[in-house]
């Protein structure tokens, strides 16, 4: 009777903590999305050209591959709960002092760090999570990016706005740092009053090893995300200028095609879980990706923006749920190495960022504006080929 009585309390603490995780990817989501509003400010401010306010992107990229292979080899050695306490401080200090010393050069070490914090954050709050809620890591982990997905979509109008009111842009850092830090606090508190969290992720990586990183199925599962976040990065970059430039749409709408993207992605990652009651997980990331780069690909060829923008947020809603539902089936297949998958899959994201906008920038420029806004689509219809070896045996099991 006793343990019986005492699992409800177990339950809500762990809810208690589950949340905080939440509260913590919501605000680190606005890092990622909240930063491109803020350019054309921080070129004029420093007197930067094009090619130097390129370079904050790129360093705040470098910083988060480097998080990424070093988390890797480390994160299931560590105590996962420690690793997510410790990079968040790290980015809400950094938001903080983003703009304490008026120096390029600074700024740029500012953005590295910010760079490998949010990386080392999101690469370790996955498989925190996943080793968390073993057994309904599906939903929670959905759940998770649900909750990064509404943290992107807002990350842009909460810059724009406090921008557009002659907000400093220091302070729209330091607010949210601030806000960060609050966040903080709640996860130290439901950290001490759900102590378990400690032993369990203090045990999870005994029998950590790297073999499994050559295995096919790590290998084929980072193909498809590298396929996958070059649509997405390709649609986040390009698409509002594309509908704006070369069809003439109202720049507000534009932007707002974005956000219908955004919503689709949210939507997806919310109704994944209840699909996943009938539906295999790779089955869903087949058909969805599938249909979803057949539609996108349409939307392009019919080039009308309203029908463009509906497509948009329709492929969204099939294939939003790509990069939990990988994240998932690699922490099922190798539970004892979580953050050594998460950082594999998040590797791999990260390279695809910065080749896909290239990419289409290269081909509009050799074609045209819209033959490079294929490679939008064309990469969801190839993941067709990286999902059937997977479909043709029942599960993986660590060898």
């Given amino acids: 009777m006793a343990s019986h009585a005492l699992r409800p309390r177990g339950n809500i603490k762990l809810k208690l903590l589950t949340v905080c995780l939440h509260l913590l990817m919501l605000f680190y989501a606005f890092s990622v999305t909240m930063i491109a509003p803020m350019l ?34 480390v994160i299931d050695r560590l105590k996962k709960s420690l690793v997510v306490g410790a990079s968040f401080l790290v980015y809400s200090c950094c938001l903080l002092l983003m703009d304490l010393v008026p120096s390029f050069k600074v700024l740029l070490g500012m953005f590295f760090i910010l760079g490998a914090s949010t990386k080392l954050l999101d690469t370790t709050i996955n498989a925190f999570v996943s080793d968390l809620h073993g057994d309904n890591r599906s939903f929670q982990i959905n759940l998770l990016h649900t909750f990064f997905g509404i943290g992107a979509l807002l990350g842009p109008l909460y810059s724009r706005v406090l921008l557009t009111h002659g907000v400093f842009w220091g302070n729209t850092f330091r607010l949210l740092g601030a806000i960060c830090l609050f966040i903080m606090l709640l996860y130290t508190v439901s950290l001490k009053v759900y102590p378990e969290s400690g032993q369990r992720m203090k045990t999870s990586g005994a029998k950590s090893r790297f073999g499994f990183v050559f295995s096919r199925e790590i290998i084929l599962l980072c193909i498809i995300m590298i396929l996958y976040k070059g649509h997405q990065s390709g649609v986040n970059n390009w698409l509002p200028m594309y509908l704006q430039d070369t069809l003439k749409f109202d720049p507000f709408f534009s932007s707002l095609a974005l956000s219908v993207f955004w919503v689709g992605l949210i939507l997806a990652r919310l109704t994944c879980p209840r699909l996943l009651r009938w539906i295999d997980s790779r089955q869903l990331l087949l058909w ?54 998460s950082s594999m899959i998040y590797l791999s994201s990260t390279f695809s960022n910065m080749l896909f906008p290239w990419a289409i920038g290269v081909v509009g420029e050799a074609t045209s504006f819209k033959g490079g806004m294929l490679l939008t689509g064309l990469p969801l219809l190839m993941i067709l080929i990286f999902i059937l070896p997977l479909l043709k045996r029942d599960s993986f099991k660590e060898r």
């Fill in 40 to 73: 054309p400010v921080l070129i004029e401010q420093y007197n930067l050209s094009l090619g130097q306010g390129g370079l904050f992107m790129t360093f705040l990229s470098i910083g988060g591959i480097l998080a990424i292979l070093a988390g890797g080899m």
């Fill in 288 to 341: 969805g990706n599938f249909l979803g780069g057949i539609i996108l690909l349409g939307g392009l060829i019919i080039n009308i923006p309203l029908v463009l923008m509906l497509s948009v947020g329709i492929t969204g809603f099939l294939t939003g749920a790509t990069m939990p539902l990988l994240i998932v089936l690699g922490c099922d297949w190798y539970p004892e190495n979580s953050g050594a998958v």
